[in-house]
């Protein structure tokens, strides 16, 4: 008992700890320690792919060695990130000045001049050679160019990186040649789509986001070269997509036929395959200054929160039936949402869901690749992706609650702790396991650490002023002041069409910190309070109080004693508990009063019974009403039930009952 108590006030005293920290402020001083921590981290990282693996387009961090496609074995789809034009390079241009590496960043764009070529015969992903090697060009571009501009360095540069990126994009223009709009999922970088020798052309779809996800960068490309035909094939695309929702309930499904338009996979979420056309909808506005985006982003908003959003969870839906949930797990990539949220002002559910999030990796260490809408592993893959810290940082930036500067630092901590390797950062098979995967794909660079550097550096302590820039998808910088300084081409206007819709307070407006927080700075940690013990992690322990009940029991003996113990049931006589307590017989013959008596086990948080919730889908609720439930201990279990059950929903009123009788009294 009194190891028990003291185990008892060992984790009281560490989760006090934990939640102290959580919620204390951090210095100036502690934040500095952490920010050179992660620069670090960064040198370990970018090093080694120099070091180790350049001109490769990636590290292997456990073989020490760059992946070059064909010399290793074929991973399918994932490899069609690599094009034999030093990726990982590229994609960290900008990060190289984010975090004021000016020397390395003007020899890393001195390299990429001089020895990265793009006429490659290699078949890419047109959505992965985009988000990560034309905007890698035009984020370096924009960064090279404002050095040259401050005049103490980058005065050789005369606009490459631009060329190199206009060259790209001709060559990745090819696959924009369908009857559609919508572009080809992939495009031979030397031979384009339909040439006998490009060994592509014959696919017929794609995904929402692969079509969704031109926008940012081509109408940049556009404006800055002045060729307008980028940004009319990304705007054609985006018409096509927006049409071809599902009119009903404003929702776009997963995959589409690139030839008639036709949806070939009808589930709708804002995870994988959906997720960066929501978010290019929302930044092509704030980019653009085109009022058509940002109007048919709110429509999708207002969908995506009607049908989708379940705080804290995020389901997915049938496009055409949005109240049946299509599965019961959700993936790692739809921990951005809470940053575009932010962007979008409504802070509440960005708060909820990023708090759920949190919580799955306190449990899991990070986020698997997918996890159960219980919170377990679905599919313990973690590739060091960095949308949760990408919403970390903009919740950070939105509220000032340092709690999620806490967050950032656990963050940095993992990753030291469970991912580095001698030779870089190595990506984690499982989660469950901890065990490593050959592979630090480019984005960890490109994004991870811009963002984490971000949360904790003051402005004054970087090399541009962030707030002149978007961030694309893979944390690519272009400049906000594009819609003024380079206008429109000619027919790149979309025709603005009126919509019908319900408006809020962040409609057409940015969010206004003194409407989200009036003179509350608990807003945020009152809001993560009702999610803080969401998968049972943390959650202190706290004996349950003594239970008695009555066992009849013979006279000639204490079999049925003996028989629950072998059950593995406990039973002691409460007159042997205590002694001398008169009233603690049972005065009728042959009954005594026992008392249960619990043993603490290893397996406590395992056998904890999960909360699962249940959604009313009926009118007038339509999804928008979650409870909380627990399961059944008799009865259908409602869990196996795919597409929900139908019945009259009654309401038990004084809900007190005597469970022996089924009385309520």
Known sequence: MMMMTFKTLLIT??????????????????????????????????????????????????????????????????DDSLGKFSLTLIDTLDTLVVLNKLDEFEEAVKKAVSEVRLDNDVVVSVFETNIRVLGGLLGGHVMADLLRQRGD?????????????????????????????????????????????????????????CAGTMILEFAALSRLSGESVFEEHARKAMDVLWERRQRGSD????????????????????????DSYYEYLMKAYILLGDNVFLQRFNVHYSAIMKYISQPPLLLNVHMH????????????????????????????????????????????????EAFTTEFRVH??????????????????????????????????EKLNAYTRVPCGFAA?????????????????????????????????????????????????????????????????????????QEEDLFTHSCPSTETLFPNNPSFAKTIRDGFKYLTGVGRVFRPLPVREIELPLHDNGMEPVEFLRSMGISLTPLHEVTAGDAGSRKRHKGVYRVKLVAELSQTLDEEE?????????????????????????????????????????????????????????
């Open 13 to 78: 005293s560490l989760l006090g700890w934990v939640q102290c920290q959580e919620s204390h402020s951090m210095t100036p001083e502690e934040k500095t320690v952490i920010r050179d921590q992660i620069v670090e981290m960064f040198d370990h990282a970018y090093g080694s792919y120099m070091k180790y693996a350049y001109p490769a387009d990636e590290l292997m961090p456990l073989s020490c060695r760059g992946r070059v496609r064909g010399q290793e074995p074929n991973r399918g789809d994932i």
């Open 153 to 209: 360095r980058m005065q050789w540069y005369q606009d490459e990186l631009l060329h190199m990126a206009t060259e790209l994009g001709h060559r990745l223009l090819p696959a924009f040649n369908t009857t559609s709009g919508l572009p080809y999922p992939k495009v031979n970088l030397r031979y384009g789509v339909q040439n006998p020798l490009s060994r592509t052309g014959t696919e017929s779809d794609t995904c929402t986001a």
């Open 251 to 274: 929702l776009v499904g997963t995959v589409i036929n690139i030839h008639n338009g036709e949806w070939v996979r009808r589930e709708s979420g804002v995870g994988a395959g959906i």
């Open 321 to 368: 039936n949005p109240t049946v949930s299509v599965r019961s797990w959700m993936d790692s990539l739809l921990a951005f949402f809470p940053g575009l949220q932010v962007l979008r002002g409504d802070l509440k559910p960005a708060i909820e869901t990023h708090e759920m999030l949190y919580q799955v990796t306190k449990q899991h260490k990070f986020l698997p």
């Open 379 to 412: 599919w313990g893959q973690h590739l060091l992706r960095p949308e949760f810290a990408e919403s970390t940082y903009y919740l950070y930036k939105a509220t000032g609650d340092p709690y999620y500067l806490r967050v950032g630092q656990s963050i940095v």
């Open 428 to 500: 984690v098979q499982d989660v469950r396991t901890g065990a490593h995967e050959d592979r630090m794909d480019s984005f960890f660079l490109a994004e991870m650490f811009k963002y984490l550097y971000l949360m904790f550096s003051e402005k004054s302590q970087l090399p541009i002023d962030i707030d002149d820039y978007i961030f694309t998808t893979e944390a690519h910088l272009l400049p906000v002041s594009l819609s003024i300084t380079q206008p429109p081409c000619q027919g790149n206007i979309t025709e603005t069409v009126p919509i019908s």
């Open 609 to 665: 019974v999960v909360p699962h919730i249940v959604q009313l889908i009926s009118p007038p609720f339509l999804g928008r009403t979650v409870l909380t439930a627990g399961p059944a201990k008799f009865g259908k279990d409602l869990s196996k039930q795919e597409h929900g059950v139908k019945g009259r929903l009654v309401k038990v009123s004084p809900v007190h009952c005597l469970w022996a009788n089924r009385k309520c009294k």
